[in-house]
């Protein structure tokens, strides 16, 4: 056998197959810690992360990141598990479904969409409050939450859940057990069973790099044509890219699902939510404010934020004095009076 040989068998060997992790949990004394939560929480902390690097680039600061993830990490959180639970209510409400199940959000099942929308809808608000401009954050936010996608993918791979269909490429999954998936290898394409040690496509891996390109993507665009789009675009970007990636790895998928004239319900909705992102895109451009516009507004907000913070401090610190110039005083008045 030549070295080539050998290099070929070793390679092909390399590449057989995907191994599905051993473990999904871990203990920490009494307590229980799965590797999704982990997935998700890595996420949510890289996300912050990359959106408070590119806040702070627009003129705005880590603590204004911070009040805002406060309110919208739990708000999306709860946004994406109640998606999961509407369109798969099955689990929770079928025969041998269970309502608890609602709660234990570490055993899988967030849907992005209803995490985006919540989460949207609460960082809007917020904004309108504060007076932040909402596009601005809007772009900030954009490759992060790519980034956490991705990360949290890795979730789906610890629970052996959501993949795709039978395959025979060298990238194939290869599942420990089924009972633990929510996407059960026995429904294979019709239904029937598959054979075991039967391979799948790692629709999770393919979500983590398309994922990650976006963000790349998004980022390469936000330096190089910033002054040319309008601010919100990078944004609306993401939901283009998302849906599109979203809607041929979805159609690979073979867990269960709620299906409309032929296809899962996931895949219209992608489909639609392009179409508006594309619409919205184009009325963006004729309608929406420059980038640099709203950079000067929430720098000029900063600036009155940090000022009325420091003014507080001082103030605060000018009571603090008072006090205890008081106190000495009636301590000087009590000592003169028991000297008399």
Same mark, same amino acid.
């Given at each position: 056998m030549t070295l080539q040989h050998v290099s070929?068998?070793?390679?092909?060997?390399?590449?057989?197959?995907?191994?599905s992790p051993s473990i999904s949990q871990f203990k920490v004394?009494?307590?229980?810690?799965?590797?999704?939560?982990?997935?998700?929480l890595a996420g949510i902390i890289l996300a912050v992360w990359i959106?408070?690097?590119?806040?702070?680039?627009?003129?705005?600061?880590?603590?204004?990141?911070?009040?805002i993830t406060l309110v919208c990490v739990p708000c999306g959180i709860i946004g994406a598990r109640?998606?999961?639970?509407?369109?798969?209510?099955?689990?929770?409400f079928g025969p041998n479904g269970d309502p608890v199940e609602i709660l234990r959000i570490w055993n899988g099942g967030l849907g992005i969409w209803g995490g985006v929308l919540l989460g949207g809808l609460a960082a809007w608000v917020w904004c309108r409050h504060k007076h932040y401009p909402t596009a601005l954050l809007a772009d900030a936010v954009a490759p992060g939450l790519l980034v956490a996608q991705a990360v949290g993918r890795l979730g789906n791979w610890f629970n052996q859940e959501l993949y795709?269909?039978?395959?025979?490429?060298?990238?194939?999954?290869?599942? +420990?057990?089924? @009972?633990? &998936? $929510?996407?059960h290898e026995e429904q294979c394409y019709d239904g029937t069973s598959c054979p075991t040690g039967t391979l799948f496509?790692?629709?999770?891996?393919?979500?983590?790099?398309? +994922?990650?390109? @976006?963000? &790349? $993507?998004?980022?390469w665009i936000g330096r190089k044509a910033?002054?040319?789009?309008?601010?919100?675009?990078?944004?609306?970007?993401?939901?283009?890219?998302?849906?599109?990636?979203?809607?041929?790895?979805? &159609?690979?998928?073979?867990?269960?699902?709620?299906?409309?004239?032929?296809?899962?319900v996931n895949v219209w909705i992608s489909m639609i939510a392009f179409i508006f992102a594309v619409v919205a895109f184009v009325i963006l451009q004729r309608t929406g404010s420059r980038q640099v516009a709203l950079v000067e507004q929430l720098r000029t907000l900063t600036?009155?934020?940090?000022?009325?913070?420091?003014?507080?401090?001082?103030?605060?610190?000018?009571?603090?004095q008072n006090s205890s110039h008081a106190e000495v005083g009636h301590e000087a008045c009590d000592s003169k009076k028991s000297q008399e």
């Open positions: 070929t068998a070793i390679a092909s060997r390399a590449l057989a197959y995907i191994p004394g009494p307590l229980t810690i799965r590797f999704y939560a982990l997935c998700i959106t408070a690097r590119r806040w702070k680039k627009v003129g705005g600061n880590f603590d204004q990141i911070l009040d109640l998606y999961h639970v509407v369109t798969t209510p099955e689990r929770f795709g269909a039978p395959t025979k490429l060298p990238w194939g999954l290869k599942l +420990n057990s089924t @009972g633990s &998936a $929510i996407g496509h790692p629709t999770f891996l393919y979500e983590m790099v398309w +994922n990650l390109v @976006g963000a &790349a $993507i998004i980022v910033a002054k040319r789009i309008k601010a919100g675009s990078l944004f609306v970007i993401y939901v283009m890219w998302y849906t599109a990636g979203r809607t041929w790895i979805e &159609a690979l998928r073979i867990d269960f699902a709620h299906v409309i004239f032929g296809m899962r600036e009155v934020e940090i000022q009325a913070q420091s003014d507080g401090q001082s103030r605060r610190q000018a009571s603090k």
